[in-house]
């Protein structure tokens, strides 16, 4: 077993056998729940070190381990329940997207039948919806997006965190629908918001300022001053990304991709 790192660690910090990561979430875990301390779960998906989720390998192979270790339990167990989520989220980081659709569903089905909250319902609706868009199925993906941004507006109002991260959930499957106006819009309206209330650097406000540069450079009637907004945007995110992130990680590799198009 070699030495991964896949988060957003630089130089040598963040090197680590993946069994080890798993072995330590679940000590932390388990003692965390025996001597009822703050729970150590994230563990199970964000380094201690830099404080960013793992991603690619490292994620599905955590999110696997993560529900070995709390199969056996009671489908009601909080626990189990979260390691559900982790095994679909794992598998969507390595593109095992028509398994974690599966695994997404039943999770939905479970927690439905199980009472859990409307926000708790509407976050599974989220990934749900953006696992539909992967595979294709766009005007499912749009419809349960617009719903989940409409209900959390009602609920939050266009300024929590869970709206504005919906938000650039619904501005995506509008871009995949070619629906570029609606698209610049949206952001151009609600990317201000979450400049300001979650911070530049925040993964949400950097994927908002990203899709808006899109939203300008993919449509067919955008002028040359759209483009050199779209290719300034995208040249700021990038250099954001990489100072957050490091050269190496998806999100800063998306921001760069894009950055080409443009």
């Given at each position: 077993?070699g030495?991964?790192?896949?988060?957003?660690?630089?130089?040598?910090?963040?090197?680590?056998?993946?069994?080890?990561?798993?072995?330590q979430?679940?000590?932390?875990?388990?003692?965390?729940?025996?001597?009822?301390?703050?729970?150590?779960?994230?563990?199970?998906?964000?380094?201690?070190?830099?404080?960013q989720?793992?991603?690619?390998?490292?994620?599905?192979?955590?999110?696997?381990?993560?529900?070995?270790?709390?199969?056996?339990?009671?489908e009601?167990?909080?626990?189990?329940?979260?390691?559900m989520?982790?095994?679909?989220?794992?598998?969507?980081?390595?593109?095992?997207?028509?398994?974690?659709?599966?695994?997404?569903?039943?999770?939905?089905?479970?927690?439905r039948?199980?009472?859990?909250?409307?926000?708790e319902?509407?976050?599974l609706?989220?990934?749900?919806?953006?696992?539909?868009?992967?595979?294709?199925?766009?005007?499912?993906?749009?419809q349960?997006?617009r719903?989940?941004?409409?209900?959390?507006?009602?609920?939050?109002?266009?300024?929590?965190?869970?709206?504005?991260?919906?938000?650039?959930?619904?501005?995506v499957?509008?871009?995949?629908?070619?629906?570029?106006?609606?698209?610049?819009?949206?952001?151009?309206?609600?990317?201000?918001?979450?400049?300001?209330?979650?911070?530049?650097?925040?993964?949400?406000?950097?994927?908002?300022?990203?899709?808006?540069?899109?939203a300008?450079?993919?449509?067919?009637?955008?002028?040359?001053?759209?483009?050199?907004?779209?290719?300034?945007?995208?040249?700021?995110?990038?250099?954001?990304?990489?100072?957050?992130?490091?050269?190496?990680?998806?999100?800063?590799?998306?921001a760069?991709?894009?950055?080409?198009?443009?």
């Amino acid at each position: 077993e070699g030495l991964v790192r896949m988060c957003a660690c630089r130089g040598t910090s963040g090197f680590a056998h993946v069994s080890c990561l798993a072995e330590q979430a679940k000590i932390l875990c388990a003692e965390a729940e025996e001597n009822n301390k703050v729970s150590q779960w994230h563990r199970w998906h964000t380094c201690s070190l830099c404080e960013q989720k793992y991603h690619g390998d490292v994620a599905c192979a955590l999110g696997w381990a993560c529900w070995k270790t709390y199969l056996g339990r009671p489908e009601a167990d909080w626990a189990r329940r979260l390691a559900m989520s982790a095994l679909g989220n794992g598998l969507a980081e390595t593109m095992h997207h028509t398994d974690a659709l599966s695994v997404k569903e039943a999770e939905f089905s479970m927690e439905r039948r199980l009472g859990a909250s409307e926000v708790e319902l509407l976050v599974l609706q989220s990934n749900l919806a953006i696992t539909y868009g992967t595979l294709g199925r766009v005007e499912e993906a749009l419809q349960m997006k617009r719903d989940v941004y409409n209900a959390y507006l009602k609920l939050h109002g266009e300024e929590h965190g869970n709206t504005l991260r919906a938000t650039n959930n619904y501005a995506v499957s509008l871009l995949d629908q070619q629906r570029f106006k609606e698209a610049r819009s949206l952001l151009r309206k609600t990317t201000p918001m979450a400049r300001r209330v979650l911070g530049e650097r925040h993964e949400t406000t950097l994927r908002m300022r990203w899709n808006y540069a899109r939203a300008l450079y993919r449509d067919d009637a955008t002028t040359l001053d759209d483009l050199r907004d779209a290719v300034s945007t995208l040249e700021d995110t990038v250099r954001l990304a990489r100072h957050v992130f490091g050269g190496t990680h998806p999100i800063t590799e998306a921001a760069e991709c894009f950055l080409r198009d443009a």
